[in-house]
């Protein structure tokens, strides 16, 4: 016989608590997905721009070329295809309150550090989200929690371990490359939050909290670009080196065509225009005078840097870089009224400055981008009873999009060019120069820019929602109501378009023009083939978006959840305040035309 002692176990209990979402929402028919905070916080993200998760959810596709996405892209950060959709046609938001320029482009992108999760929501059944054709995508900021936290970082890339350009070996100077050109790449900044304590006076521990980030970024990245530009004895009337090359860039004497029908100009002595070159001067030439504005202009054009073609064409090489300076800083502010009550507050502001496309670093080629954006929102959520939750909000977007140009430092007199065209100019840079294609096959790099424009855009948003659980249905009721307003003004051609189309010193009438020279030949006489300059008006467009809907998700069992939901929407058109959207007609005018 065996006794065996048996004792008493201990009762254990254990509760498992996984953030994980369930495979099947049972309880809405919507698919979509949430981008966790460890995903936000752990994956290598394209350029710290957190909407690029979105890519990771079911439905969700990019429509940008790929290479990094910069947090002041603004295009590239809704270039997304959802559903199916086109790009920028889905609702993108910043904590609920939308974050997106009238013409589509992402207003704000948040810091890395400063993203709790990304929801993505391709296909949406829920009636309290709308002004969409395509999904909703969310991001959801951090608040400050009763302990102190933050984040340092930097990323940095430098010339030193990079590559030379294929362009700066092949073309050489001799037996010497060029240098690898100067890249730099710098993202750094820093978050911290917590609650808000005042020594002996305040402690905001489970009352109030606050939340920053801030984020600087500079970037400097060569590109190499090849343009052509007049050599030496060009620029002083000489073009007997095209002639040598092919008789097709003969030049023909201005004001020497006989009258008729047609006419035919007498061709110009070896091409030289003036004797001010020893060539031309021996060999004979035309003796003609050179423009003092065209000598003026002439004189931005740097000395060749490459071999080029035969006829002289490509014969600059620039790595001009492009150069962006970006700053982030976002603030929240978290207060708990009471157990029932909950006040957020938030501000957002970001600022580019990018210059790119100086040629010839001096200010005469190449564009400038100024966007600047700021941001509130005020939101507060009010728990009226165990079964009654009501939300209100109010935000406003202000995103300014500046676009200039390097030739912005220049004014028309400083060229010998009449007053007028700056005191009536909407924007005073330097005339514009084009010639042909600028700076490839056949023509010299044209001066000056014309994509200059102002185009500031603010939106606001009232919104307020009511959710009621009734036994087994949970029913939201609400209202968006937002408007968005963009004003606009193109400056285009500000202090005038000078265009040099090889009219003057081709063959005649009947002939042909010279294949490369004619064009730089007119700039060198002061000889344009036609002008422009443009006063254009602003544009003030404002439209209206209201909508209000009804959701209820009634659970009629474990099993079975149907979703039903109605949403009215109304979304203006396009509304300009001082009817400038008609072009060219005067209703004022008188008809003179009689019977």
């Given at each position: 016989i065996i006794n065996l002692a048996?004792?008493?176990?201990?009762?254990?209990?254990?509760?498992?608590?996984?953030?994980?979402?369930?495979?099947?929402?049972?309880?809405?028919?919507?698919?979509?997905?949430?981008?966790?905070?460890?995903?936000?916080?752990?994956?290598?993200?394209?350029?710290?721009?957190?909407?690029?998760?979105?890519?990771l959810s079911v439905g969700v596709v990019t429509t940008s070329a790929p290479g990094i996405t910069h947090p002041f892209d603004n295009n590239a950060a809704n270039?997304?295809?959802?559903?199916?959709?086109?790009?920028?046609?889905?609702?993108?938001?910043?904590?609920?309150?939308?974050?997106?320029?009238?013409?589509?482009?992402?207003?704000?992108?948040?810091?890395?550090?400063?993203?709790?999760?990304?929801?993505?929501?391709?296909?949406d059944t829920d009636a309290s989200f709308g002004h969409t054709i395509g999904g909703v995508i969310n991001q959801i900021t951090k608040s400050g929690t009763n302990t102190f936290h933050g984040t340092m970082y930097e990323y940095n890339q430098i010339p030193n371990l990079d590559a030379n350009l294929y362009f700066?070996?092949?073309?050489?100077?001799?037996?010497?490359?060029?240098?690898?050109?100067?890249?730099?790449?710098?993202?750094y900044g820093l978050s911290f939050g917590g609650p808000v304590r005042i020594p002996k006076v305040f402690n905001g521990k489970d009352k109030l909290f606050f939340f920053f980030a801030w984020e600087g970024l500079r970037d400097k990245t060569p590109q190499s670009q090849y343009t052509t530009v007049p050599t030496a004895d060009e620029k002083n009337g000489d073009f007997h080196a095209l002639l040598a090359v092919s008789s097709s860039n003969q030049l023909y004497?201005?004001?020497?065509?006989?009258?008729?029908?047609?006419?035919?100009?007498?061709?110009?002595?070896n091409n030289c225009l003036t004797n001010t070159t020893s060539y031309c001067a021996t060999n004979g030439s035309a003796g003609l005078s050179e423009s003092t504005i065209g000598k003026a202009f002439l004189a931005l054009y740097p000395s060749p840097n490459a071999a080029g073609s035969t006829s002289g064409i490509n014969n600059y090489n620039s790595n001009a870089p492009s150069q962006d300076t970006y700053t982030n800083e976002f603030g929240r502010l978290d207060y708990n009224l009471s157990a029932a009550n909950h006040v957020f507050f938030d501000f957002r502001h970001n600022h580019q400055i990018q210059i790119k496309n100086n040629y010839f670093s001096n200010n005469t080629t190449g564009s400038t981008l100024n966007r600047e954006n700021f941001g509130l929102t005020a939101d507060e959520v009010i728990t009226i009873n165990p079964t009654t939750i009501a939300d209100a909000r109010v935000s406003w977007t202000f995103f300014n999009e500046l676009h200039g140009g390097n030739s912005q430092v220049y004014k028309p007199t400083d060229f010998g060019l009449p007053s007028s065209l700056e005191t009536n100019s909407t924007e005073v840079q330097l005339p514009f120069i084009s010639m042909g294609t600028c700076g490839s096959f056949t023509s010299f790099q044209c001066l000056g820019d014309s994509g200059s424009s102002k185009q500031p855009t603010t939106s606001y948003q009232v919104f307020a929602d009511l959710v009621k659980l009734l036994h087994k249905h949970t029913v939201k009721v609400g209202f968006d109501g937002r408007e968005y307003r963009l004003r606009v003004q193109a400056m285009s051609y500000s202090s005038g378009l000078f265009t040099f189309a090889n009219s003057w010193v081709n063959s005649g009438s009947a002939g042909t023009n010279a294949t490369t020279g004619g064009d730089l030949a007119d700039l060198f006489l002061g000889m344009p083939t036609s002008g422009e300059y443009d006063v254009n008006a602003k544009s003030d467009y404002h439209s209206y978006y209201v909508g209000t809907f009804v959701q209820d998700d009634w659970r009629i069992n474990n099993r079975?959840?149907?979703?039903?939901?109605?949403?009215?929407?109304?979304?203006?058109?396009?509304?300009?305040?001082?009817?400038?959207?008609?072009s060219g007609f005067d209703s004022t005018a008188v008809n003179n035309v009689t019977s």
């Open positions: 048996l004792t008493v176990g201990s009762s254990t209990q254990t509760v498992t608590v996984t953030a994980e979402e369930p495979l099947l929402d049972q309880a809405n028919a919507s698919i979509g997905q949430v981008i966790s905070t460890e995903s936000v916080d752990t994956l290598p993200l394209n350029g710290r721009t957190p909407v690029v998760l979105a890519s270039s997304w295809s959802v559903g199916g959709t086109p790009k920028q046609v889905s609702e993108v938001l910043l904590d609920g309150s939308p974050d997106l320029t009238m013409l589509g482009a992402q207003a704000y992108s948040p810091t890395q550090d400063s993203v709790q999760e990304v929801s993505v929501r391709p296909f700066n070996s092949a073309y050489q100077t001799g037996t010497v490359a060029k240098l690898t050109p100067t890249f730099h790449f710098n993202q004497l201005p004001g020497s065509g006989t009258a008729g029908s047609t006419f035919t100009r007498t061709a110009i002595p079975l959840t149907v979703n039903m939901g109605v949403r009215f929407d109304i979304d203006t058109p396009f509304h300009e305040k001082f009817g400038r959207t008609v």
